[in-house]
């Protein structure tokens, strides 16, 4: 989870990564190393837990994902489609 918050919020920040070195800094390289991090310590924990733990965690991890595709593509889910009012470049 903490992983994929720091790496969309570089995702959503990525017009305002340009426009200045604070910018490119707190907006773009700290949530990118912190995510980067976060999933490598989540992978080494899979291959360092029982084959059942690692089994159950990474299901879920492909079950949210599938979520996620089906609000997006099937159920058209507002989220995906609103335009944004904050943050617009």
Request: glycine residues 8%; aromatic residues 10%; hydrophobic residues 55%.
């Given at each position: 989870?903490y992983a994929?918050i720091?790496?969309?919020?570089?995702w959503?920040?990525r017009?305002?990564?340009?426009r200045?070195p604070?910018?490119l800094t707190?907006?773009?390289?700290l949530?990118l190393?912190?995510g980067?991090?976060v999933l490598?310590?989540?992978?080494?924990?899979?291959?360092?837990q029982t084959q059942?733990?690692?089994l159950?965690?990474g299901?879920l991890?492909?079950?949210?994902?599938?979520?996620g595709?089906?609000?997006?593509?099937v159920?058209?889910?507002?989220?995906?489609?609103?335009?944004r009012?904050?943050h617009?470049?």
């Amino acid at each position: 989870m903490y992983a994929v918050i720091a790496l969309s919020c570089v995702w959503y920040y990525r017009r305002l990564i340009g426009r200045s070195p604070r910018e490119l800094t707190f907006s773009g390289i700290l949530p990118l190393v912190g995510g980067i991090l976060v999933l490598a310590l989540f992978l080494y924990g899979l291959t360092t837990q029982t084959q059942e733990v690692s089994l159950v965690a990474g299901l879920l991890v492909v079950l949210c994902l599938v979520v996620g595709v089906v609000a997006r593509a099937v159920l058209r889910i507002g989220y995906f489609t609103d335009a944004r009012a904050v943050h617009e470049v």
